[in-house]
């Protein structure tokens, strides 16, 4: 199963990104073989409108059953919740820590949105 | 004749202008306030406000029995507005500028479009003056569309005085566009300053003729005039900063019943600027 984390760089090590659909990047991690890959997100970094969707677009295609995130607002998690791709918002320091977090069964999948649009 | 009046600024007296403009018409005359995220001409005009119609946007609507989930609809859609997920196709239609691409690119048909009501336009009168104004919804983002169908509703052949909103974006540019001359309001504040030289540049990559009304004026030698002398950028009427006016506004009142010996200036600026639309159209 592959995960989706919110980061700010390209490594395991990089702080987590607070935001979705305005993060820089995206680590796709997949839980079986432990290979990530990272999804520029810089183009929808400076989108007028609609970042949260597109990037949910993006968690869709590439086959992520769950995202880790610090904040998801209504339109995205519309989208991700149709999809039924699992938003778990955590507070965690790096991708790794995160990751760690979901291993664990320390996070809790999100039932609602828990910021509105453009919260930043 | 249309005449656009603009600002960059908000807040300078666009449409403190328009109205005294309207006001000063020595011939039939229609105002189309523009403004339809706060249109407030109406509050100096008191029109007497008789048709309403509502403005739509097309927005898509998906038929999930034909939808393959190709994705083609979220490909073309510059908006966001539209996306593809397993199967079916999901919409933001609160994002949909109303272009149809998305239901043009559809190989299945799937896409029809349905009516989005963002929000109105009225008309009437107010004494001589012919009046429209446009209202975009509380809660809607898309006020170009509102300000087209004001336009549409406007009779060609009368004298047009539009007042249009602040800023230089997508608002601004539905309401100037098709104007024979411009007229750009600021008032003599490093701000004010500011915008102007954006609505100026903006302005001259329309081709569309214009002049500066400079309002609040303390000194007739200021930082708007003197840009204006050094762009060669004709200064139509400077407005004095009278406590008188500004009790005026306040009470809903226009300039021309505060500042009565103003109405031949504004006479004299449709004339000027009539030559000025002429002037461009030889």
């Known amino acids: 199963m592959k995960l989706v984390i919110t980061t700010t760089g390209q490594t395991l090590d990089a702080p987590m990104d607070r935001r979705f659909g305005r993060a820089e990047g995206f680590l796709v991690y997949d839980l079986e073989t432990e290979v990530y890959t990272v999804i520029d997100n810089h183009q929808n970094f400076q989108a007028a409108q609609g970042a949260g969707i597109q990037a949910a677009q993006h968690v869709v295609n590439c086959g992520a059953r769950a995202v880790i995130t610090g904040h998801c607002g209504p339109k995205a998690f519309r989208v991700l919740s149709a999809a039924k791709v699992a938003i778990y918002n955590c507070e965690a320091a790096t991708v790794a820590d995160a990751i760690d977090q979901y291993k664990s069964g320390h996070l809790k999948p999100a039932q609602s949105a828990d910021v509105e649009g453009h919260w930043v | ?282």
């Not at chain 2, 600002?7 to 403190?16: A, F, M, N, R, Y």
């Not at chain 2, 039939?28 to 995220?37: G, H, I």
């Not at chain 2, 149809?100 to 349905?114: F, Q, W």
């Not at chain 2, 566009?177 to 008032?187: C, F, H, R, S």
């Open chain 2, 1 to 282: 004749m249309k005449i656009a009046i603009g600002s960059g600024k908000g807040g300078t007296g666009k449409t403190t202008v328009a109205v005294a403009l309207a006001l000063a018409a020595t011939e039939p005359v229609q105002y189309l306030d523009c403004d339809v995220e706060e249109p407030n001409g109406h509050i100096f005009m008191k029109p007497d406000l008789k048709e309403r119609m509502s403005v739509y946007v097309p927005v898509p609507c998906v038929d999930s029995a034909l939808c393959t989930g190709c994705g083609a609809c979220s490909r073309i859609c510059q908006f966001n507005a539209i996306i593809s997920l397993a199967g079916t196709a999901m919409v933001f239609r609160e994002l949909c500028h109303g272009c149809g691409g998305c239901s043009l690119v559809c190989p299945t048909g799937a896409i029809s479009e349905v009516d989005y009501e963002i929000g109105f336009v009225e008309s009437g009168h107010a004494g001589a003056v012919a009046f429209t104004q446009g209202c975009l919804t509380v809660g809607r983002a898309m006020s170009p569309p509102v300000i087209r169908s004001v336009k549409q509703q406007a009779n060609q052949d009368l004298l047009t005085i539009i007042d249009c909103p602040p800023g230089t974006s997508c608002p601004f540019m539905a309401s100037i566009k098709g104007a024979d001359v411009a007229i750009l309001v600021t008032e003599p504040t490093p701000f004010g300053l500011h915008d102007l030289t954006l609505a100026v540049d903006t302005v001259c990559q329309l081709g569309i003729p214009f002049g500066v009304i400079v309002n609040r004026v303390h000194k007739p030698d200021n930082n708007v005039t003197t840009y204006c002398d050094q762009k060669g950028i004709a200064v139509l009427l400077q407005i004095p900063e009278q406590r008188s006016v500004a009790v005026a506004y306040s009470w809903g009142d226009s300039l021309l019943m505060a500042s009565p010996e103003l109405k031949p200036e504004f006479q004299r600026v449709l004339e000027q600027v009539t030559c000025m639309a002429e002037g461009e159209a030889v």
